[in-house]
């Protein structure tokens, strides 16, 4: 084995191996990975290529990205094998890269003999979701959504329900226990499988706690349908604590893991590697049940808050609020981690000097620290509720400056007041944002597919992608087609660099496809996502997108696009190549 040997002026090369990146999931691992990366002059090569030997989804087809990872190309990776996991088992490494060092592969979620790991406390979560369900709800016909059987973290969850479940003194009910594989069509089947073929009532079942949000999410969409009442008649439990988990309806009640600090603590162990600090053991992260109105809860019920710390009243409120100082930053920044590890640090000084502003009787001054920090998490692209999570812990620790002093508290009530207002009309303003986005994004997309698939030659393809990538946001972008004949060569068939438009003589240039760049491409060290281009049946070649310019979900409609119109090239330029030889069951082919 060749391992990869560059000078100390070339920018270590990471590789981020993944399943896709259309995912919360995914994605926010992927940020916490990139933060780092970036903060160490590292560049990162995000693969997202697919489920291990999935029958599903073409995942022999995406698979087929993995060919790309040599190990000479490389100086560490990242695998999700949790993911990339779902359908064979644990390690995927000899999968992916056999020749690769393991002590220089940092698995996320499964730990792997020989490689160092980043976990998740899975067991203690669920443990906590049941008993919560028991105690505070009263619900005792608990079942169960399970994740894939290959999949040790889907494992360790359902174990743990098994042993909530015993320790309760309560009855375990196989009908109540049903299949499942992180995929969002699994909720909609779980309920047709309880309710029409197991033909269970309701007075049998009044819980269901889910291996998963992206299964949860669709459960509580299918029972809505159905007309069953949640949490009223059935109490519903998911996995994760994704964004959209906060605007379902009901809101989910769900176990939030650390994602962005899982993807940060996944690339520093590369990185120590790399340096000759190799980590033995598995670093444990741990979870948080976020209970909310799917389970009976409120946002601030028991689960979402602790205690409130004892108070002193024999101190004014500034004096107590400039002691606590270190305190009432620690919660508000706990409330909302990874919004705010993406800032700048100086937010602590202003946003400190806002409530100090306040409490002296310049409210003006803390509307607008809190207005400004709410923008720089919208900004940032951070969850648009993390905003009422830094309120509500900002509100428990200025209630214990303030004591059990009557006018103190109003005045906290009233600076609280107005930050609530605010939160609400940020959370408001970035959904419609978003909204906004996501419709333009659609729109924009289906006008590029329906001209790229027009293109007669790889000459007016590449004329068309120029024009037409640059109304998405990108400015950096690569097309690559594989050498017929020697499918570990490619060449670009089109390429925005930097918004320039590469020159046929840059295009001309045929390179390893591993190293995934010509060597006349001068680059600094970024994060890029490198897409699988195929049909059905053949490996076409491979895009390159420099990340952060758009949406992660943008990536993967390109790719379905630009797959579509190379493969129309393929087939003889034929509008409905793709429609006959490709059918994508991930992306609706806009």
Not at 68 to 83: E, R, S
Not at 511 to 539: C, G
Not at 570 to 576: A, D, I, K, L
């Amino acid at each position: 084995m060749q391992e990869k040997s560059s000078p100390s002026n070339t920018p270590q090369r990471i590789g981020f191996v993944v399943d896709w990146i259309d995912e919360f999931y995914q994605t926010t691992v992927l940020k916490g990975a990139a933060q780092v990366a970036e903060s160490n002059g590292a560049e990162l090569i995000v693969l997202p290529g697919g489920v291990i030997g999935a029958e599903h989804d073409h995942g022999a087809s995406r698979n087929g990205l993995y060919q790309l990872i040599q190990a000479d190309c490389y100086d560490g990776l990242v695998l999700m094998t949790g993911t990339l996991g779902n359908a064979r088992g644990l390690d995927v490494s000899k999968d992916i890269c056999p020749e690769f060092p393991k002590d220089r592969i940092c698995h996320v979620a499964i730990d792997v003999l020989g490689s160092p790991s980043v976990l998740i406390d899975n067991k203690v979560g669920v443990r906590k979701a049941v008993e919560h369900l028991v105690r505070v709800h009263q619900r005792t016909k608990i079942g169960f959504l399970r994740g894939p059987v290959h999949n040790a973290e889907a494992e360790a969850r359902y174990s743990a329900y098994l042993e909530a479940m015993e320790t309760r003194g309560l009855k375990v009910d196989p009908r109540l226990i049903v299949a499942g594989d992180f995929r969002r069509e699994a909720g909609v089947q779980a309920v047709c499988t309880l309710f029409d073929e197991r033909n269970v009532q309701l007075d049998e079942i009044d819980a269901i706690v889910a291996a998963s949000d992206s299964m949860a999410l669709t459960l509580l969409e299918e029972l809505r349908r159905r007309g069953i009442k949640v949490p009223g008649q059935i109490a519903v439990i998911g996995f994760d604590d994704i964004e959209e988990a906060r605007f379902t309806v009901p809101p989910l009640s769900s176990i939030w893991q650390p994602l962005f600090e899982q993807g940060r603590e996944a690339m520093q162990t590369v990185l120590d590697a790399i340096s000759g600090l190799p980590r033995s053991r598995p670093r444990v992260l741990a979870t948080v049940c976020r209970f909310r109105r799917s389970c009976g809860c409120t946002s601030e019920e028991l689960g979402f808050l602790t205690e409130r710390p004892k108070s002193d009243t024999r101190m004014t409120l500034e004096a107590s609020v400039m002691r606590r100082r270190e305190q009432i930053i620690e919660e508000v920044e706990g409330s909302a981690p990874l919004e705010l590890a993406q800032t700048d640090p100086q937010w602590k000084d202003s946003f400190f000097a806002g409530i100090l502003a306040g409490i002296r009787d310049r409210p003006e001054d803390f509307r607008d620290s809190v207005d400004v920090l709410l923008e720089t998490i919208i900004v940032s692209g951070g969850e648009v509720t993390a905003g009422m999570n830094m309120i509500s812990a900002l509100r428990r620790q200025l209630s214990v400056c303030a004591g059990d002093h009557p006018g103190q508290l109003r005045q906290v009530e009233s600076l609280m007041h107005d930050a609530r207002i605010l939160a609400s009309d940020a959370i408001e303003r970035a959904q419609a944002y978003r909204r906004i986005g996501v419709e333009r994004f659609t729109r924009v997309v289906a006008e590029m597919s329906t001209k790229l698939v027009q293109a007669s030659s790889e000459a007016q393809l590449s004329q068309f992608i120029n024009e037409e990538l640059p109304r998405t946001g990108l400015r950096t972008a690569l097309l690559c087609r594989y050498d017929g004949q020697d499918p570990s060569q490619a060449f670009v068939v089109a390429g925005l660099w930097e918004g320039r438009p590469l020159s046929s003589v840059e295009m001309a240039e045929p390179f390893r496809a591993a190293d995934l760049f010509p060597s006349s491409l001068e680059r600094d060290a970024q994060t890029w996502v490198v897409q699988p281009i195929y049909s059905e049946t053949k490996h076409l070649g491979f895009a390159v997108f420099k990340w952060g310019e758009a949406p992660g979900y943008l990536y993967e409609i390109l790719r379905t696009t630009l797959s579509r119109a190379l493969c129309g090239l393929e087939m003889g330029s034929s509008p409905n190549a793709w429609a006959l030889h490709h059918n994508d069951g991930r992306l609706s082919n806009l």
